[in-house]
């Protein structure tokens, strides 16, 4: 391996709006996992995690925590500490850097993993790390009881399309084979965030994280208020 100098850096104060984020970046991160990255940051005050932040082609370029810096400017934090680097850079090694970072994460122990996420105390601690009860549901099968019968399952699909003509035609034709099969309900893409912060909002009510309970538990928060409407309209 070639000798390279070493690299010399300095934590700064830094306006995240003046940063740039990296014109071609490999990792991307789910709308669900940023909303849960902003909230956190909301709930923190502050970032956690410094950003990786080099001047020498363009001021402020994030090598590293791109996905951060963005969350933290939607939950309102104006500034943060970033580690700077001060090493001049050749162009290989400010990308191997990124895809470093990126890439060697390390992996979790599956078993200690599920045994701090049970230690949280409260729900809220639950939903902060960004886990639930669903990312444990291998380690819960018991191979013993598991029947030779083939078991019951019902399928509804349950599909959230935009209103381009042309995307609707392509579904409804993919819908249609679907439908031989098992259920189809299809619904207005608009609606999608309403049905998914609706879940979001029993999960908290309710205390709980796995998403199976949460949906069935919607289910009878709906019936309860149809039944209190059947009484109403029968009253009047």
Known sequence: ?????????????????????????????????????????????????????????????????????????????????VIVILTPLTKDQKTAIQLSHNRLVGEDDQNVLQQLYESLGSVDAKLYCGLSDDDFKIDELNINAISFLQPQVEELTLAFIPEDKA???????????????????????????????????????????????AMRLMCDLAAERLAQLQAETAEA
Request: charged content about 30%.
């Open 1 to 81: 391996m070639v000798d390279t100098p070493k690299i010399e850096t300095r934590i700064e104060r830094r306006t995240l709006r003046q940063l740039s984020s990296l014109e071609h970046n490999a990792r991307f991160m789910p709308k669900r996992e940023f909303d849960q990255l902003t909230d956190n940051i909301r709930r923190d005050g502050c970032l956690t995690s410094a950003p990786l932040v080099y001047d020498f082609d363009t001021h402020g370029e994030i090598l590293s925590g791109n996905h951060r810096v963005q969350a933290a400017i939607a939950a309102g934090v104006e500034e943060a500490d």
């Open 167 to 213: 995307i609707v035609i392509d579904w409804l034709k993919n819908l249609e084979k679907i439908a031989k099969k098992h259920g189809v309900v299809i619904a207005d893409r608009q609606d999608f965030g309403t049905f998914y912060e609706t879940i979001v909002a029993v999960k908290q009510l309710k205390g709980v994280l796995n998403n199976a309970t």
